[in-house]
């Protein structure tokens, strides 16, 4: 019998959104919880991202759309999703129950949550029972002095303000639109009033993190940083507790894993990922797939390790050390841009998932060269949208003096900057030309959905996804599969539990999140895909552990 220095009920290895839910879970059954994080700051990638928990059949769509049901939502996955190690019909159910009830949980404990938009729809909205408004749920800005000393351990965000995600999105547009522009005025006064007050406000991810974390501390949840698990300990087949760096901890009920995954182990990504890049990914420091050898030595299966929720960047100067890598997400989704690989063509539609994207890439880049590719736009485009977030006018000189922006007065010269067929690239162009003329993109299909009408400009039309490029002068810049997270881990069953190669469960081990193989396998159904799952099933495996039903 191996000895403890302490005990608890339920340990979890991670601070991720999931971990938090399962805390609470835990401490409203009665049990006590002890959170471990290995870093000097908490809250995970969760807290640096959007924060977007993606939960179809919620309280907040239902009451605007009365027609949202499960059947819906299921139908929508078991149209996009494929089955895989982790994602399989019964879990994909499980997600569609379980989610709704998590949502209401949370909110129950005082979560302040609310619908992420009325437009911000799932990425495959054509498809059977695809939503074209939003299924997405966030958290309200959060004044994270509320924390007191405990504010310093909340990982920061990248949106240091009081307002709501979709709406900061929007402030590209301000005055389009009288609500975009009252909006900002109103962030911008309101960053000056709680300045004022001594108040620090926080939006996305941070301001989810900051509130779970708040409600975790009021209910009695253990949290200790810069405490790393090493080992999971194993009595009779049962995961009993783990070694970490400080000692050895008993878990009566068990062990949850939400210690994220192996994005910035490039020894891991060579194994699993060959050609991935860590560098290129925006997860925090402590994403290295510590515990994925550990779910395989106590007998666990590990599943989907090839795929990874990529989210395209572009390596302006500075990016290596940008705290958020320059995203390029709806660059080339909007008006007047296009990408193209290193020959000079076309090969996907630039809309839709990030996921896909960054997946067609690799793909492409198997036969074509294609990592970077690049993103093509005139002279409309750099004077409405800005590039990874900056736009053009601020760093021109160095840009083009670094030799990022590539510029030319002439589509073949661009092509010559770029070491590709003049005659090509030409040809690309005037092709997207005659498909924005027609209204309709007849190689790829963008801007017929709604999500990449989202990504385009509202305030373009007739197709605010479609607008030729055909302005001088003309642009390029790099375009490579960067990443949100690692997508594969541990194969769990519809209770979070980890399971052996014949199916059956590893008593008293759980996991979730990326640290986990995705319910949603090989794709990415909409914003929030990932957190959404990580809360779902850290709920649904606190609540098998403590024997409680459905009655939390």
């Known amino acids: 019998m191996d000895e403890f220095d302490e005990s608890y009920d339920w340990v979890i290895a991670g601070s991720g959104a999931g971990s938090f839910v399962s805390a609470l879970v835990m401490r409203k059954a009665g049990k006590s919880v002890l959170i471990l994080e290995k870093t000097p700051v908490l809250g995970g990638t969760t807290a640096k991202s959007g924060g977007v928990i993606?939960?179809?059949?919620?309280?907040?769509?239902?009451?605007?759309?009365?027609?949202?049901?499960?059947?819906?939502?299921?139908?929508?996955?078991?149209?996009?999703c494929e089955d895989l190690p982790g994602s399989n019909t019964e879990k994909r159910a499980a997600y569609v129950s379980e989610a709704p009830r998590m949502i209401d949980f949370l909110l129950g404990e005082g979560i302040a949550?609310?619908?992420?938009?009325?437009?911000?729809?799932?990425?495959?909205?054509?498809?059977?029972?695809?939503?074209?408004?939003?299924r997405s749920v966030v958290a309200k800005p959060f004044n994270t002095k509320e924390l007191g000393e405990w504010e310093a351990k909340l990982r920061p965000g990248f949106m240091p303000m009081k307002v709501k995600l979709d709406d900061g999105m929007k402030f590209a547009y301000v005055g389009k639109s009288w609500d975009i522009t009252w909006s900002f005025l109103k962030t911008g006064?309101?960053?000056?009033?709680?300045?004022?007050?001594?108040?620090?406000?926080?939006?996305?991810?941070?301001?989810?993190q900051g509130r779970m974390l708040q409600a975790a501390l009021k209910a009695g949840v253990e949290i200790r940083t810069e405490t790393s698990v090493k080992e999971l300990i194993v009595e009779d087949g049962k995961v009993v507790g783990v070694v970490t760096n400080k000692g050895r901890i008993r878990a009566n009920l068990?062990?949850?894993?939400?210690?994220?995954?192996?994005?910035?182990?490039?020894?891991?990504?060579?194994?699993?990922?060959?050609?991935?890049?860590?560098?290129?990914s925006n997860v925090p420091e402590g994403d290295t797939g510590d515990l994925h050898g550990e779910f395989e030595r106590v007998g666990g299966v590990l599943g989907q390790m090839?795929?990874?929720?990529?989210?395209?960047?572009?390596?302006?100067?500075?990016?290596?050390?940008?705290?958020?890598k320059p995203p390029i997400q709806s660059t080339t989704g909007k008006p007047h841009a296009i990408l193209v690989d290193q020959s000079g063509q076309r090969y996907m539609n630039e809309g839709g998932s990030y996921e896909l994207y960054c997946q067609n890439m690799w793909e492409r880049n198997k036969t074509v060269p294609a990592v970077p590719s690049w993103a093509i736009f005139d002279a409309q485009y750099a004077a409405k949208y800005p590039i990874g977030g900056v736009k053009i006018t601020k760093y021109y000189q160095m840009w083009r003096d670094s030799g990022y922006l590539k510029e030319a007065d002439t589509i073949e010269g661009l092509a010559r900057q770029l070491d590709c067929d003049p005659g090509t690239l030409q040809a690309t162009v005037d092709r997207w030309n005659s498909f924005v003329d027609a209204g309709h993109d007849a190689d790829f299909n963008r801007g017929h959905r709604k999500y990449d009408q989202w990504l385009g400009n509202p305030f373009h039309q007739p197709n605010p996804a479609l607008g030729r490029i055909d302005k001088a002068p003309y642009y390029a810049v790099d375009v490579v599969p960067g990443?949100?997270?690692?997508?594969?881990?541990?194969?769990?069953?519809?209770?979070?539990?980890?399971?052996?190669?014949?199916?059956?469960?590893?008593?008293?081990?759980?996991?979730?999140?990326?640290?986990?193989?995705?319910?949603?396998?090989?794709?990415?159904?909409?914003?929030?895909?990932?957190?959404?799952?990580?809360?779902?099933?850290?709920?649904v495996a606190a609540k098998h552990a403590a024997g409680v039903g459905n009655s939390i």
Not at 54 to 80: C, G, H, Q, S
């Open 306 to 324: 090839d795929q990874m929720v990529g989210y395209q960047m572009t390596r302006m100067p500075g990016w290596e050390q940008a705290f958020v």
């Open 189 to 208: 006064v309101g960053m000056v009033l709680g300045k004022l007050l001594g108040q620090r406000w926080v939006g996305a991810g941070a301001a989810l």
């Open 483 to 539: 990443d949100v997270s690692t997508y594969g881990g541990a194969v769990t069953d519809s209770q979070g539990r980890v399971v052996r190669a014949d199916g059956s469960a590893i008593a008293g081990l759980y996991a979730c999140g990326v640290s986990s193989a995705s319910v949603m396998g090989g794709v990415y159904p909409a914003a929030g895909a990932s957190i959404g799952p990580s809360m779902a099933f850290g709920y």
């Open 54 to 80: 993606w939960v179809p059949n919620n309280r907040f769509i239902r009451a605007d759309e009365p027609d949202e049901n499960a059947e819906k939502a299921m139908l929508y996955l078991e149209t996009v």
């Open 113 to 134: 949550l609310e619908r992420a938009s009325k437009f911000w729809p799932d990425y495959y909205d054509d498809a059977h029972g695809g939503c074209s408004t939003s």
């Open 254 to 280: 068990g062990v949850l894993v939400n210690a994220g995954g192996f994005a910035q182990n490039q020894a891991m990504r060579d194994i699993y990922m060959p050609g991935t890049n860590a560098q290129w």
